[in-house]
């Protein structure tokens, strides 16, 4: 099959992967928005319970469970840019109904709700194309160079997020803030649109018929479970998600109700998120190189296992901000360098043919523990107390490092340039398969 044409001049001068680039960074910057000013609205102004503030995370979130391994194989099947276009699209027109419902009295929490399942639906399409169509648009020594320019405006997008969003919160209403997240995605799709690259695709015989679906999701998830690196990769990335979403599902109600603290300073702690992963993509390359892929795993795993003390540590008003944004700058720095080696190493040594399965496989392992945590999280804080439901997950994600540390991924050097094949197993799979298994402390 004829390869598509890389230029030669680095990523500045492939203007396919600027489009990419430049869409992704502006509708990164409206769901920075939108994801403080959501989940404020269901709190401030439709008075959500803490359990049916959960559920704004779990629903967003179910369809990585439901949807993620289907849309894989059909990932592999398609051409992605579509895809792409499509997934955006559908989460401006999503998005565009919140403000409208609002101005015309009729939003509620179930309406909410729903939207934020179908806004998780497109988003699961979404990111798994978009994971498998950066080989298209790179060279596989330049996946790291990509993931961090990618990864360096989403984080300088948190840093500027959270805070205009808070502002925007207390000057228009939170349901007005959503409009520029709408029209962010409008704009990535204008961008993506244009893109020109040519994608493989599978080749099939003429007159054979197209493989069944079964076959071929259970090939992606068997490429994940029995490769020595990536399965304790996904039980590391699984096992923090879970207990982060213990924390994180009502994490914002316990800072304004529990901490008292107003829309401006939440924005600013997860601000200080965005800080710390703008460190992070920008040192990322560097530090891989450094000290290998491994340790570029192993090093940002410890840190973001321990940052979650900083919620039930922190004390009442505005004293937890310096704590929490400490937190925040750390966890930000850990996982964006965390996911930027292992997505670029993923990427790296998968075949093409097998992308969207993994990613899809990978995605459904370390997603599908979020809304597990998230409905854990919400019943002990109305079983007990928010504050009991962030310890929780302060205790329980500490031990998320151990699969990287106790594992040969530690010892992992070079990226490799293209795709190899996975290494041979030598267990196993039912000795070296978690009970709950791991992108992005994510």
């Not at 994971?131 to 984080?155: C, H, I, M």
Request: charged content about 10%; hydrophobic content about 50%.
């Amino acid at each position: 099959m004829h390869r598509p044409h890389r230029p030669s001049g680095g990523l500045w001068s492939s203007s396919d992967f600027l489009k990419l680039w430049t869409g992704q960074s502006i509708s990164e910057l409206g769901s920075q928005i939108s994801g403080l000013a959501i989940p404020w609205l269901a709190g401030a102004d439709l008075h959500a319970t803490p359990l049916e503030f959960s559920f704004l995370t779990v629903l967003g979130l179910l369809p990585f469970m439901l949807f993620a391994l289907p849309a894989g194989v059909w990932v592999d099947r398609l051409r992605r840019r579509p895809i792409l276009i499509v997934g955006d699209a559908a989460r401006a027109v999503l998005l565009g109904y919140v403000p409208l419902a609002w101005a015309l009295g009729i939003l509620t929490i179930p309406q909410l709700l729903v939207i934020q399942f179908l806004v998780g639906v497109f988003t699961v399409s979404f990111d798994i194309a978009y994971q498998s169509y950066l080989p298209a648009l790179v060279e596989g020594k330049q996946l790291v160079d990509g993931n961090s320019k990618l990864q360096t405006t989403a984080a300088a997008a948190g840093i500027a997020g959270p805070g205009l969003g808070g502002a925007l919160i207390g000057a228009l209403t939170a349901p007005y803030a959503i409009v520029l997240d709408a029209a962010s995605f409008v704009v990535s799709t204008a961008f993506m649109i244009p893109i020109r690259a040519v994608e493989q695709t599978p080749e099939r015989t003429e007159g054979t018929r197209r493989p069944k679906m079964l076959p071929e999701l259970k090939e992606g998830i068997a490429y994940v479970v029995h490769h020595p690196h990536l399965r304790w990769i996904a039980v590391c990335t699984g096992s923090s998600n879970f207990f982060s979403m213990v924390t994180m599902a009502i994490g914002l109600l316990y800072m304004q109700r529990s901490l008292g603290l107003p829309a401006f300073w939440v924005g600013i702690v997860y601000a200080g998120y965005g800080v710390g992963a703008l460190a992070g993509a920008v040192t990322t390359t560097r530090l891989q190189r450094a000290v290998g892929v491994g340790r570029a795993i192993l090093i940002p795993s410890i840190l973001f296992s321990c940052a979650g003390f900083a919620y039930p540590l922190a004390p009442h008003g505005m004293q937890a901000v310096p704590i929490l944004l400490a937190a925040s700058l750390v966890f930000g720095f850990a996982s964006m360098a965390y996911n930027i080696v292992q997505v670029s190493y993923r990427q790296a040594i998968t075949p093409q043919r097998l992308l969207g399965r993994m990613n899809a496989s990978m995605r459904w392992i370390v997603w599908g523990t979020m809304p597990l945590g998230s409905i854990l999280g919400g019943a002990i804080a109305t079983a007990a107390s928010m504050r009991a439901a962030v310890w929780v997950g302060a205790i329980g994600g500490a031990f998320a490092f151990l699969p990287i540390v106790l594992s040969s991924v530690r010892s992992i050097g070079e990226m490799p340039p293209s795709h190899e094949p996975a290494p041979r197993e030598a267990e196993p799979l039912a000795a070296a398969t978690p009970p709950l298994a791991p992108d992005a402390p994510a």
